[in-house]
């Protein structure tokens, strides 16, 4: 699915004018499923009007207490990774269409993802827009502004539901490596991942496809699956992106109306690496075509601005060139690109 997705993204970014229906495009699916998870979340009867599309949209409990959206209609709320992958391109948006109704109407639509984010109770999502926001503050070099969010967001942290917030304090001990016995899930996906490690060291040629079963860190399972070596290509392929796209987008160099998606993309581009380390995204090809699509359009992105600024960097060497022959009174016999 990567290689004719490939061809089709690339046939379509040809034109710098495909980005905005491009991302747009994904922005609306992102939309579309917060909404209707919210429309199950807030009105359980929508199944009787929609029999056989939406199965058992009641609200489940979790161990901390928390309400979680079901998702029933995209099967289930790991669907709302589309909608962290999208809300970055929000930003976007909002730079493209700057009419004071088109904003009006952007803001609505990112909080409705990011309600369709909190009722889907991912911890890992939680903490991906967090990360997002404060990404988009250091692209934009707002320092100052960062720090007094966090501090608003310090102090509001004891405004969220005790549900909500017992949720996050759950979230912190599995990730200090002694989660709660009341998470299960989390245990559970804990013991998946060092178990999944372990066996890579063990069995370094790998076990087979699908030996792993479903680890929840496909950085793992490619390791445990296909070998040492596998899972190493795959997570420095992905690092090697991330870092080119990061260190472009910061330098914000040359890149003129680029640096718009660039900036929307490296966000997304970040929670696409998240995903891939805390769920199995490689098992369901709903999941990980989400992914793909985004590391497809990173790559073209790069390709695109570093032949863009190659092209202004030698445009400006013949100009400088030029004007020192001119100050040294020689005549210039030639002049490249001329």
């Excluded at 490596?177 to 040629?205: I, Q, V």
Aim: with cysteine; hydrophobic share 50%.
């Amino acid at each position: 699915m990567l290689i004719p997705l490939f061809v089709v993204a690339a046939t379509v970014l040809v034109d710098k004018s495909g980005w905005r229906p491009l991302l747009l495009t994904f922005y609306c699916v992102g939309i579309w499923i917060a909404v209707m998870g919210l429309l199950e979340y807030s009105y359980p009867p929508i199944k009787t009007f929609l029999p056989g599309f939406v199965s058992d949209p009641i609200p489940y409990e979790t161990g901390e207490g928390f309400q979680r959206a079901t998702f029933s209609f995209w099967g289930s709320a790991d669907a709302v990774y589309l909608c962290v992958l999208a809300l970055p391109i929000g930003t976007a948006v909002w730079a493209w269409w700057s009419g004071s109704w088109a904003r009006v109407l952007n803001v609505a639509l990112m909080a409705t993802l990011l309600a369709g984010v909190y009722i889907s109770g991912h911890r890992n999502a939680w903490f991906m827009i967090t990360l997002q926001f404060f990404g988009f503050l250091a692209v934009k070099k707002q320092y100052l502004l960062g720090l007094i969010f966090l501090v608003v967001l310090i102090f509001a942290f004891q405004l969220l539901p005790n549900a909500t917030r017992e949720r996050i304090y759950s979230g912190v001990e599995l990730v200090s490596g002694t989660p709660l016995k009341s998470d299960t899930s989390g245990t559970k996906r804990w013991g998946r991942a060092t178990t999944s490690l372990a066996n890579s060291f063990e069995a370094p040629l790998g076990k087979g496809w699908a030996g792993a079963g479903w680890v929840h860190n496909d950085f793992l399972q490619v390791s445990e699956n296909l070998g040492l070596a596998a899972g190493v290509l795959f997570i420095g392929a992905f690092i090697f992106s991330l870092q080119r796209l990061w260190r472009r987008v910061y330098s914000r160099s040359k890149l003129g109306a680029q640096l718009i998606p660039g900036t929307a993309l490296a966000l997304s581009f970040t929670s696409a690496g998240i995903i891939l380390a805390t769920e199995a995204a490689l098992e369901l090809p709903q999941l990980i075509l989400p992914i793909w699509f985004i590391w497809v359009t990173v790559e073209i992105w790069l390709r695109q601005t570093h032949m863009k600024r190659a092209t202004i960097d030698d445009t400006s060497s013949d100009l400088s060139a030029f004007a020192n022959l001119q100050l040294c009174g020689d005549r210039p016999r030639y002049i490249r690109g001329s």
